[in-house]
């Protein structure tokens, strides 16, 4: 229950409520009463606790105004949008709504009006507390729906408490005093909140076409930036390719002065593998994909290699190539591209004596759902010799494949039944 104390003629009303005596300022504005609380009370020991409702869309934000608030012993309702701010204001009208302005499926304003035109509603506070609306113009049609406050986000915590305290008390004055709310003719709200609508857009328009003009930018130098690297990568390629020709061409050079036949064949197999390696440097630098090979044309490339350079009948000795559209990346394609060099080179120099007959398979499959590569290189030739673990083996070709397939994470089996067989998975 309120008493009041008017100090004659002056400016001061003292207010009675609880037995609690609180000094105002106050002023006539517009034939209305108008207060301001006087400065120096602790009005956090002199204000009810409030039972608060916030509408606010960013789960952040109303967080942060529910630890706020409960801090100062408030009881916080809050909801993300104006429907269900209005469902619970419905259900139980709270002591004071807080409301952002732009929220999905009913905004602010919106539900600013509803609240003010609706009978049980209309004499709760309500607070705008905004960070995209922030003009004098979004101010004054929030106030002219019937808003008590408008503020703008962030506000410092202890005036922003102040103000809802503020708002709380001069709404028990109402019923005391002729401060009654003209709602907006449906028209004339209809045309402001229009208006308010279309410079908001206009304002999140001029600022995407910045940020789309910011980013287009920023992507084009990116694609510059990839288009450079991926010249520079081509150019790497092509000189690594280059130097391990080089390497090839002096390789062979030397062999000419070379008449021992270990020693001549020691030095083919290095060209060998040097050319393998120069191959997939090769591929990748005429590739327009720089991060993978199509292993099957490389395949044909290496094993026609190792045909000329072992000298194969191919009427003698048929070559099978059973491969996938397998793409490798330089990673996978190297220890690959050697290991096939090793087996293919060890089957032409040792499965078939000169001038039997017989073939060679080379088959690469992918398997999509374990993501797993299964290379098998076989014969029908000569087996693998029983009492010989290609594991131990002192035999330089043997150790690379064993040690490539490690390289590649993978598995490595040997088939002496019905010639060689090595499976590898990888």
């Known amino acids: 229950m309120f008493t009041f104390d008017f100090y004659g003629t002056g400016a001061s009303i003292q207010i009675v409520h609880l037995g609690k005596r609180v000094l105002y300022d106050y002023d006539v504005v517009d034939g209305c009463l108008s207060f301001l609380w006087k400065k120096g009370v602790n009005f956090n020991n002199l204000v009810d606790k409030m039972n608060v409702l916030i509408a606010e869309d960013n789960e952040e934000s109303r967080y942060l105004l529910k630890k706020l608030l409960k801090g100062y012993g408030h009881e916080i309702t809050a909801v993300p949008n104006g429907v269900e701010a209005l469902e619970q204001a419905m259900a139980q009208p709270p002591d004071i709504i807080v409301s952002d302005i732009m929220m999905p499926e009913m905004d602010g304003f919106q539900l600013c009006q509803e609240c003010k035109q609706n009978e049980h509603l209309k004499d709760i506070p309500f607070i ?91 992507e084009e130098n990116v ?35 070379i008449e021992d036949e270990r020693a001549l064949d020691l030095f083919k197999e290095c060209q060998n593998r040097v050319r393998t390696m120069s191959l997939i440097h090769e591929r990748l630098y005429q590739a327009e994909d720089l991060a993978s090979i199509n292993f099957t044309e490389y395949i044909r490339r290496l094993t026609g290699n190792l045909l000329v350079v072992y000298r194969i009948d191919t009427g003698i000795i048929k070559l099978n190539i059973y491969v996938e559209d397998v793409f490798l990346d330089i990673n996978k394609s190297i220890p690959c591209g050697l290991i096939i060099n090793e087996l293919v080179s060890n089957v032409f120099k040792h499965a078939f004596p000169e001038g039997s007959e017989g073939e060679v398979s080379i088959t690469l499959t992918e398997d999509k759902v374990d993501k797993k590569y299964t290379l098998i290189v076989s014969d029908d030739g000569v087996s693998f010799p029983e009492g010989l673990d290609f594991r131990e083996t002192e035999t330089l070709g043997m150790r690379l494949v064993n040690i490539l397939t490690e390289q590649l994470h993978g598995t490595i089996e040997l088939d002496r039944s019905g010639g060689t067989s090595f499976k590898i998975v990888f």
């Open 128 to 218: 705008f507390y905004t960070a995209t609306y922030t003009s004098n113009e979004d101010e004054k049609f929030a106030l002219s729906l019937g808003a008590d406050a408008f503020i703008l986000k962030p506000a410092e915590p202890d005036i922003f408490v102040r103000k809802l305290s503020e708002e709380f008390e001069k709404a028990k004055l109402k019923p005391l005093v002729s401060d009654k709310i003209v709602p907006l003719e449906p028209s004339h709200y209809l045309t402001e909140y229009s208006k308010r609508i279309v410079a908001k857009l206009e304002s999140k328009i001029a600022q995407l076409d910045i940020e789309i003009a910011e980013r287009k930018r920023a």
């Open 223 to 257: 694609r510059q930036s990839l288009l450079e690297k991926e010249v520079m990568l081509k150019e790497i390629h092509h000189r690594v390719k280059n130097n391990m020709q080089v390497i090839s061409s002096l390789l062979n050079l030397q062999a000419g002065y």
